[in-house]
């Protein structure tokens, strides 16, 4: 399993990014997808999940109304739409895929190799 990251870079506070994750298999799959970051010095923690089959999705409360967690499932792409981004924004994003409860970190198997976001 692959899950490709791109999008991230430097902004300033206040700005957008889109971040995408492109799975070389078909996401639906999964039942769940997320992002996730981690900053120097802290743990990784899940920013925003989607569950693959409902549509359904969670997202952590510091970046609830600024966030959103989408697919395009004829490209296998995972995107992260980030709006009003802050300084702690800043990390390095994951995307993963995996099974069962869709807040759980530990239903994600597959992960990618990271975007770094930094916000200024």
């Known amino acids: 399993v692959q899950l490709v990251e791109s999008g991230g870079g430097s902004v300033q506070a206040g700005g957008s990014l889109r971040l995408s994750c492109v799975a070389y298999v078909n996401i639906k799959i999964y039942s769940c997808m997320a992002w996730f970051r981690q900053a120097p010095g802290t743990e990784r923690e899940r920013v925003a999940s989607?569950?693959?089959?409902?549509?359904?999705?969670d997202y952590v409360d510091s970046v609830k109304g600024r966030f959103s967690i989408f697919r395009d499932n004829p490209n296998n792409t995972l995107y992260l739409q980030m709006n009003k981004l802050k300084p702690e924004d800043t990390g390095m994003y994951y995307c993963a895929a995996g099974f069962g409860l869709c807040t759980r970190p530990s239903s994600y198997r597959y992960w990618g190799q990271g975007t770094q976001v930094t916000v200024s």
């Open positions: 989607l569950y693959t089959r409902s549509r359904s999705t």
